[in-house]
């Protein structure tokens, strides 16, 4: 089992940046694809990046060009770097290996994008 501790989230207003971040219970984590969920009121729980052990990203089309995922294996972390935010973003953002969850999820960080 790995759990997962994401922080990072805010307040933010639209145009603004955040940096989640990740930190995975064991290394056993740098072998898997990690991806970023969010999950907005109402919704369901959406992949909107991930990133393979070595590198290779993908993301969601409502994110692309505005995210950067990466990941620090050594450190069994993961990063989420969030520009151009708007209020569409506004969700419980989770981690979690991708493109299937084969773990419990952590508590998530509250990314909220208002004026």
């Known amino acids: 089992q790995v759990q997962f501790v994401e922080s990072g989230g805010g307040l933010v207003p639209p145009g603004g940046s955040l940096r989640l971040s990740c930190a995975a219970s064991r290394s056993i984590f740098a072998i898997y694809q990690m991806g970023w969920y969010r999950q907005a009121p109402g919704k369901q729980r959406e992949l909107v990046a991930s990133?393979?052990?070595?590198?290779?990203?993908n993301y969601a089309d409502s994110v692309k060009g505005r995210v950067t995922i990466s990941r620090d294996n050594a450190l069994k972390t993961g990063y989420l770097q969030m520009n151009s935010l708007k209020p569409e973003d506004t969700a419980v953002y989770y981690c979690n290996s991708a493109p299937r969850s084969v773990w419990g999820w952590g508590q998530g960080t509250q990314v909220t994008v208002s004026s």
């Open positions: 990133i393979t052990p070595g590198g290779s990203t």
